[in-house]
């Protein structure tokens, strides 16, 4: 049973537009957000997170959006640069004394930009 | 960026043979955590810790066992390999483990069980 999903397994997108990247998720106890971003044979990288009880975050080019209601997040990146290019897992926790910040992730989508 | 190595980097080994991999840690942060991650299914969690000699399941614990006995190290053991279990394994340190704390990644481990 998949709590947290990415539908889109990749995204391809022109230097300088925006990217959107989204994120679904079952679990109605997910109280916290994180978006990663993953290049090959490295390590998760933490880019930006979003609490529940708000509905957007911004961080420089990077914007997470959240739909409580919808169960929904997304992140967009404007403008796109070719650095950009990687994996990005959407990533959720959930509230509760004993769940010590487990991390439930989605399957990543790939992103690549095009210069 | 966090204070985080894994050892080895990669390793290839036979089914049935015994495997650990090491996390060690440079931030004394009290919460450990190991995740594998597969293609189609992100990363998973596979065991914890919330401090020494502290730990628990996650999710896909089956096949392999931890041990914490010093706050900088987390190993990662399994007691015999088969190839279900080539992967790619990170490990994750944070401060308080709460649900609103964030994860810092280390640089991974790939496994390949022949």
């Known amino acids: 049973d998949q709590q947290v999903k990415q539908n889109s397994p990749s995204l391809s997108v022109q230097e300088g537009r925006i990217s959107i990247l989204n994120c679904d998720y079952t679990n109605s106890m997910f109280d916290y957000f994180l978006w990663y971003k993953k290049y090959p044979a490295e390590g998760p990288t933490f880019l930006i997170s979003?609490?529940?009880?708000?509905d957007k975050n911004e961080d420089g080019r990077f914007t997470v959006f959240l739909n409580k209601s919808a169960k929904h997040l997304s992140l967009h990146i404007v403008p796109s640069q070719p650095g950009d290019s990687a994996v990005y897992f959407c990533a959720a926790s959930a509230r509760g004394g004993t769940s010590y910040g487990k991390l439930t992730f989605g399957q990543g989508t790939i992103l690549t930009v095009h210069p | 960026d966090a204070g985080i190595t894994q050892s080895p980097r990669h390793k290839v080994t036979e089914t049935g043979t015994p495997v650990t991999l090491r996390c060690h840690q440079t931030e004394n942060h009290r919460y450990m955590y190991w995740y594998r991650q597969d293609p189609g299914h992100g990363l998973r969690l596979i065991h914890y810790s919330y401090g020494v000699k502290d730990t628990d399941k996650g999710e896909v614990s089956d096949g392999y066992s931890v041990s914490r006995s010093k706050t900088e190290d987390f190993l990662l053991t399994l007691e015999s390999a088969t190839s279900s279990q080539t992967s790619v394994y990170f490990c994750?340190?944070?401060?308080?483990?709460?649900?609103?704390?964030?994860?810092?990644f280390g640089p991974g481990t790939r496994l390949t069980v022949l």
């Open positions: 994750a340190i944070s401060a308080r483990g709460g649900s609103t704390d964030t994860q810092y």
């Open positions: 979003i609490s529940s009880i708000k």
